[in-house]
């Protein structure tokens, strides 16, 4: 089954940051769903839901309370289900042990959150117009990193 849009999970604890997402996807001219969730436990029980359309990217904040976007990664790659879904880890930093760590843990792309909202478009529409299938094949670290 192939639908016209894209859907998009993000999962980010600051409203400021979720606003600024969801704008930014407005102001792209590609069709998209975007679905915000504010913790990783809303966002596992979502997922985990009988007949929910799994997103195609899911953008993931690292530190989240109650469940961090660490533990729903390694939670995501235990499970069968979500083996298709894109991950992009969407966090302030950009440290090389979170890099290092979620790279090993299967994320497939990580983006260093944007300060600014043009930047913010411009690393959107890159990563949603990512062929995923030849972007994940041959993951290496060198593309793991957003770079812009």
């Known amino acids: 089954m192939h639908e016209d849009y ?13 606003l600024f997402f969801s704008d930014a996807f407005d102001e792209l001219k590609i069709t998209t769903r975007v679905k915000t969730f504010n913790d990783g436990v809303y966002l596992m029980d979502y997922l985990n839901s009988e007949g929910t359309v ?35 880890i969407y966090s302030t930093s950009a440290s090389e042990e979170d890099i290092e760590k979620t790279f090993v843990m299967g994320a497939n792309i990580y983006i260093k959150k944007p300060n600014d909202f043009k930047t913010l478009k411009k690393v959107l529409e890159e990563v949603v117009t990512i062929n995923w299938q030849y972007y994940t094949n041959g993951l290496n670290k060198d593309n793991f990193l957003l770079r812009l």
């Not at 309370?65 to 729903?72: A, D, F, N, T």
């Open 6 to 18: 894209i859907n998009i999970i993000l999962a980010d604890d600051d409203e400021d940051d979720r």
């Open 54 to 88: 799994l997103p195609n990217v899911l953008f993931l904040d690292l530190n989240m309370p109650r469940k961090s976007g660490l533990e729903c990664l390694q939670e995501m790659k235990k499970n069968d289900k979500f083996k298709d879904i894109a991950i992009a």
